[in-house]
């Protein structure tokens, strides 16, 4: 579920709890929970002690995992609830008071088998607490309306409502009776609201309502709407309030998310652009001869045929290899990386004639080898701009279509080549 302002209402929460309680324990492994019973201002050492076995555990997959759409982690998240923890210390004495009581009824139960599941549980209900504080805050810095910690449990809990809901609408045929229940009619058929809810926004409050009712026929447990807690009272008799907050949940959604099936599919317009521009571009170059006037003829070459000139042309380069601009795209190098780079080269130095039968990655490779991947007197087309270095082994290998270690087995051999070849 996603709201404006929320961070820890989403799927990644049940990665982050788990990894909060799992390093709480870890430093109540080494400041005894019995510290709690007469010392309330050890929140400052549990946030310090916490937070070490959190950067512990940083590389571990539960901490790298995506905790919410906003691209947090689920360690990300977790060390900024526990720094909110800080600020929150009527959290930290409810904690306290709660493991005090337990203590008045069996002791020391931390230290007997099972205690470290009761003291985990002590702390995730403090944790769940203080998300639905600093959420139901953020919420109101960012639309300006109210919102209490019990009503951002009322959100979360349609949501649930929601999820539930599509379940049994998915298996209606399974679940024909409590579709039955949650529809108000005989089902027969595949009802046509198993079409018509594509989203939470699209969820009617009847539906909601009927779907607690049924709960404790179907599910075994009377649902949150049909207890006798008064948590979500303002809401039993409300069919008004549930739909609002519905289609506010499902209107938020919409807008926030990524879309990304509706613009993937444009992901490579960028590329295809720039490759009908280097295509064109190339082809007026190729034509350009045709549309040049010759040179006029000079007055020196009229008096004597035989005169030299002083400037003569240097010898023709060689044609450059055809590369394919794509893959030197996908190592994020320049499209025309290759073409350029070719074109940098002094074809007439010694190095360039005796390298000739190579290729122009081979002989990139002879330059990475022998003087490093960075040097005053390599052309800056010669560079990936990302580094200001020549490409890797791995990205030339790549470039020339071949495997690495065939790569090095041509880069040594050109080396081994020139060596013979100096005077």
Request: contains cysteine; aromatic residues 8%.
């Amino acid at each position: 579920m996603r709201l404006p302002g929320t961070r820890y209402q989403e799927q990644g929460w049940e990665q982050v709890r788990k990894l909060l309680g799992h390093s709480s324990l870890q430093a109540f492994a080494v400041s005894s929970p019995a510290r709690l019973l007469d010392r309330p201002d050890t929140l400052p050492e549990y946030v310090d002690l916490t937070a070490e076995a959190l950067h512990a555990c940083a590389r571990t997959a539960r901490a790298e995992a995506p905790a919410n759409s906003y691209g947090e982690s689920a360690l990300e998240l977790s060390l900024s609830l526990l720094y909110e923890l800080q600020a929150r210390p009527a959290d930290w004495a409810a904690l306290c008071a709660a493991v005090a009581n337990e203590h008045q009824k069996i002791g020391a139960f931390w230290t007997t088998p099972g205690g470290d599941a009761i003291l985990r549980k002590k702390i995730n209900d403090m944790y769940a607490g203080v998300r639905d504080k600093v959420d139901s805050d953020n919420y109101q810095a960012a639309c300006g309306r109210s919102c209490s910690p019990n009503k951002m449990y009322a959100y979360r809990m349609l949501d649930t409502a929601y999820s539930d809901i599509a379940r049994l609408f998915g298996a209606w045929r399974e679940h024909a009776a409590q579709v039955a229940a949650i529809l108000g009619r005989e089902v027969v058929a595949m009802p046509i609201e198993v079409r018509q809810m594509r989203s939470i926004g699209t969820c009617k409050a009847e539906w909601v309502l009927r779907w607690s009712e049924s709960l404790e026929r179907f599910g075994g447990g009377a649902g949150p709407l049909h207890t006798r807690s008064k948590r979500f009272a303002n809401l039993k008799n409300s069919p008004e309030k549930i739909g609002a907050m519905l289609a506010e949940i499902g209107d938020y959604e919409e807008l926030s998310s990524n879309r990304d099936r509706d613009w993937l599919h444009d992901a490579g317009e960028a590329a295809n652009w720039l490759e009908d521009l280097w295509r064109v571009s190339d082809a007026v170059v190729d034509d350009a001869g045709s549309r040049i006037l010759p040179a006029p003829e000079s007055e020196d070459s009229e008096s004597g045929g035989d005169a030299q000139d002083p400037d003569p042309a240097p010898q023709d380069a060689p044609e450059p290899a055809p590369y394919d601009s794509a893959i030197a795209v996908s190592l994020s190098l320049p499209p025309r990386f290759m073409e350029l780079a070719w074109a940098a080269q002094d074809h007439g130095s010694w190095s360039a004639r005796e390298l000739a039968a190579c290729s122009l990655p081979v002989r990139l490779a002879v330059y990475l080898k022998m003087l490093g991947g960075l040097d005053d007197s390599y052309p800056g087309e010669w560079l990936d701009p990302a580094t200001g270095e020549l490409p890797t082994m791995q990205q030339l290998a790549v470039l020339d279509q071949i495997s690495l270690p065939t790569l090095r087995k041509r880069r040594d051999a050109a080396i081994a080549s020139l060596l013979e070849a100096v005077p």
